[in-house]
């Protein structure tokens, strides 16, 4: 199912955009606020992000053009001032389209729909249909969309938590040393900090993992460093 993003400060307008979203068979997640609701965008994947521009917080503006760094995913921004319009133009900031309040809810979800579609079309033909997805022992992970699942239930991950359980998972039972880690999947010198390793992997095992004691899938090498379990 698809899941969309709403920022949006003002509680009505959240709620009677999440009703026809719902109503429509979206998945919706609301924040109602700027700096929280910038953190959940990138903290988990979403097919689309709805945003206010008006925020406490951080503004939709700089939300936008944080998103657009990072991810291709649609955006579309909303607003009650038609000088915002010009403003999200003018500024290139990667919306894909833009709504001036008060809009008809069932105008937001037709547009939505097309967005969702124009993207996955996009998408689609990018990849050469191979899917690279890997599921070992009902942990499956996407590096697609970098989703995981642990037994079906979504978890979510950081961008470079993401990247270490997969570099991990697609050599399994390969001992890398955290030095190693480092460079593969920060792809810096192992000079840099490797402490920031071992702060990952303990990430993405709370997330994971049923018993961080007895890990199923990342195993710590004493004195050397991780395997993913085969
Ligand atoms: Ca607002």
Same mark, same amino acid.
């Not at 880690?181 to 999947?185: A, C, G, P, S, T």
């Given at each position: 199912?698809?899941?969309?993003?709403?920022?949006?400060?003002e509680? #009505? &307008?959240?709620?009677?955009?999440?009703?026809?979203?719902?109503?429509?068979?979206?998945?919706?997640? &609301?924040e109602?606020?700027?700096? #929280?609701?910038?953190?959940?965008?990138? !903290?988990?994947?979403?097919?689309?992000?709805?945003?206010? /521009?008006?925020?406490?917080?951080i503004?939709?503006?700089?939300?936008?053009?944080?998103?657009?760094?990072?991810?291709? $995913?649609?955006?579309?921004?909303?607003?009650?001032?038609?000088?915002? &319009?010009?403003?999200?133009?003018?500024?290139?900031l990667? =919306?894909?389209?833009?709504?001036? +309040?008060?809009?008809?809810? !069932?105008?937001?979800? =037709?547009?939505?729909? =097309?967005?969702?579609?124009?993207?996955?079309?996009? $998408?689609? !033909?990018?990849?050469?249909?191979?899917?690279?997805?890997?599921t070992?022992?009902? %942990?499956?992970?996407?590096?697609?969309?970098?989703?995981?699942? *642990?037994?079906?239930?979504?978890?979510? %991950?950081?961008?470079?938590?993401?990247?270490?359980?997969?570099? %991990?998972?697609?050599?399994?039972?390969? *001992?890398?040393?955290?030095?190693e %880690?480092?460079?593969?999947?920060w792809?810096?010198?192992?000079?840099?900090? &490797?402490?920031?390793?071992? /702060?990952?992997v303990? +990430?993405?095992?709370? +997330?994971?993992?049923?018993?961080?004691?007895?890990?199923?899938?990342?195993?710590?090498?004493?004195?050397?460093?991780?395997?993913?379990?085969?």
């Open positions: 199912m698809s899941r969309i993003l709403v920022i949006e400060d509680q #009505a &307008i959240a709620d009677l955009e999440r009703d026809y979203l719902e109503l429509s068979g979206f998945d919706v997640d &609301i109602h606020d700027g700096k #929280a609701g910038m953190k959940k965008a990138l !903290s988990r994947h979403y097919d689309m992000y709805i945003l206010d /521009v008006m925020l406490p917080g503004d939709g503006f700089e939300i936008c053009s944080k998103i657009r760094n990072l991810r291709d $995913t649609p955006i579309i921004m909303v607003s009650a001032r038609k000088e915002d &319009i010009d403003k999200i133009r003018g500024l290139g990667g =919306a894909d389209d833009y709504m001036t +309040k008060p809009f008809s809810p !069932s105008e937001l979800v =037709a547009r939505v729909k =097309a967005h969702m579609a124009r993207y996955r079309r996009l $998408t689609n !033909s990018d990849d050469n249909g191979t899917d690279r997805s890997i070992i022992r009902g %942990l499956r992970m996407d590096p697609e969309s970098h989703r995981v699942w *642990v037994n079906g239930e979504e978890k979510s %991950l950081t961008t470079k938590e993401f990247e270490v359980l997969f570099f %991990l998972a697609e050599h399994p039972n390969h *001992v890398f040393t955290k030095e %880690l480092f460079r593969r999947v792809n810096m010198d192992s000079y840099g900090d &490797i402490a920031t390793v071992t /702060v990952h303990k +990430k993405v095992r709370d +997330k994971i993992e049923k018993d961080k004691n007895n890990p199923e899938y990342i195993e710590t090498i004493w004195g050397v460093g991780y395997r993913f379990k085969r």
